[in-house]
């Protein structure tokens, strides 16, 4: 199923070179749900906390070796590159994968001369679109997980698949190819995928009744549960994000959404199309009816929710004034510090906290188990927009290397997946697993990972439409349906330009 020209396809033609017929097929047919196994005998069907540990440290891999087959070790080219690196607030670990990358791949590949920029997450995007009007963009380029689609859909970027640096599409998840996928054809290759997980603190659901090790299996039982914390112990049971124009809204909004059998379009199916909107069907509105209980009805969250990100869930959780939300992994390693920081009788409330502190798979409802899908990927430029010499060799090297079982998992490190499947089973995903406390619960959240609508407008369908929704319910300026009606519309009119 490989590229038989084993070249990147670049826009020096009318027509665009098409996905691989394995990695049209996966992108646009396979379940996220799939309990196909995948390649290097990752087993999808059997993916839970204790399969991931049971496969990790089980493979070793010889990248250079790997990548040399697809471009040859001793080339001699130059290629540039665009992404997120390790900045001053993350740990030492992330700059030292980083560092490492780089030492790696010029032992790999000593005579590629690179030229590469780490530009802020906020900032990447805005200097990407910049470049490409002047004619200056690097030749490759890691995006957050959505943000391809916006240049795919403008012709700023070529086709690539993973077929055409060495790879098969079967080594990668099917929701991560569904992400880089637009008019049918792939444009970029997952580096890592993230998924979140439901947080609760086990002390509190003791005190009000309920079984501390067993979180809410549906989110019906989170408003239940949430009732009940809050009518026994006088504090917000779970913690409701609904903030308008922030991201952390629709990631915590959206599983809910999908698990009642919603969506914004048709994103949670298995084969969307993106052209009918579900914002209003039955399955929208009973999670909109559901957050809307639990704000209103039952005031079992915080008052402040329409203001607040999770940011702002944080301190009330490691106060024991919060029982349940959803986050990463890394929200262990948060709670950690704060408490670290506390004093006084608050330390000692923190610690408690801390130890009650348990992570689990977000609810399910009537429809499914979902959680949003995220993490990067990979692309290549246009040669037309790049500035300098387009090398599509060395552009293939760099892309190999990256997207590669070892580095996809180490420079995933600190609170993200490797996008290769293989990784998984590494020593260094051991490693991960080992060091970095729930990771396996979070990481057992993948299978149900649902991309947001692979449009470029879905930053505006999730981060404004999606937020106006919930805020018109919930401070009950239009009703539960009015509101989901209101944001069909929305979409609607955004979809056909109006």
């Not at 099917?174 to 054809?185: M, R």
């Not at 915080?302 to 990100?309: C, E, I, M, V, Y």
């Not at 996809?408 to 089973?425: Q, R, Y």
Request: aromatic content about 10%; proline content about 6%.
């Amino acid at each position: 199923m490989s590229n038989k020209e084993g070249r990147i396809a670049r826009h020096r033609s009318p027509t665009r070179r098409q996905f691989t017929a394995l990695a049209l097929a996966v992108a646009t047919t396979a379940s996220l749900m799939s309990t196909t196994a995948y390649a290097q005998s990752v087993d999808l069907s059997q993916w839970s906390p204790e399969y991931i540990r049971s496969i990790a440290g089980t493979e070793t891999y010889d990248t250079a070796a790997t990548c040399g087959a697809v471009v040859p070790n001793d080339y001699e080219g130059r290629v540039s590159y665009w992404y997120t690196g390790a900045f001053e607030a993350d740990p030492l670990i992330a700059h030292e994968q980083d560092a490492a990358f780089w030492e790696a791949f010029k032992e790999a590949y000593p005579n590629i001369q690179t030229d590469v920029q780490s530009i802020t997450y906020n900032e990447l995007l805005d200097k990407f679109r910049t470049s490409l009007l002047g004619n200056a963009a690097p030749m490759v380029v890691r995006l957050q997980i959505l943000g391809g689609v916006e240049f795919a859909a403008k012709g700023y970027l070529d086709p690539l698949a993973p077929e055409d640096v060495g790879y098969t599409s079967a080594d990668f998840w099917p929701g991560a190819l569904k992400s880089v996928t637009w008019d049918g054809t792939g444009y970029g290759i997952p580096t890592n995928n993230e998924t979140m997980a439901f947080i609760w603190n086990a002390k509190i659901f003791a005190d009000a009744g309920l079984d501390p090790e067993s979180p809410p299996a549906t989110w019906d039982d989170v408003v239940t549960y949430s009732k009940q914390i809050k009518d026994q112990l006088g504090i917000s049971g779970y913690g409701l994000v609904a903030k308008q124009n922030a991201g952390n809204t629709p990631f915590r909004f959206m599983p809910q959404l999908w698990a009642y059998g919603g969506g914004a379009l048709d994103e949670a199916e298995e084969n969307p199309t993106y052209d009918s909107v579900h914002i209003n069907n039955e399955g929208s509105k009973q999670a909109l009816q559901a957050a809307y209980d639990m704000y209103v009805r039952d005031k079992s969250v915080p008052t402040s929710a329409l203001t607040n990100t999770q940011a702002e869930n944080q301190g009330p959780f490691i106060a024991g004034q919060l029982a349940m939300m959803i986050a990463h992994p890394a929200e262990y390693a948060k709670m950690l510090d704060l408490a670290s920081q506390a004093t006084g009788a608050d330390k000692e409330v923190a610690d408690a906290v801390v130890e009650n502190m348990r992570y689990g798979l977000i609810p399910e409802g009537p429809a499914r188990r979902a959680v949003v899908f995220g993490g990067s990927n990979i692309h290549v430029v246009n040669p037309q927009y790049v500035e300098g010499e387009y090398d599509e060799q060395a552009a293939k090297a760099l892309i190999c290397m990256w997207t590669s079982p070892e580095w996809s998992t180490k420079l995933a490190w600190v609170g993200s997946n490797p996008g290769h499947l293989g990784g998984f089973k590494t020593e260094w995903m051991k490693e991960r697993l080992d060091t970095i406390k729930f990771l396996d619960v979070t990481t057992s959240m993948l299978p149900n990972g649902i991309p947001f609508p692979v449009l470029p407008e879905a930053p505006e369908i999730m981060n404004i439409i999606v937020p106006d929704m919930l805020q018109n319910a919930l401070t009950e300026s239009m009703t539960v349906d009015e509101a989901a009606e209101d944001a069909a519309r929305k979409i609607e009119e955004l979809r056909s330009g109006m």
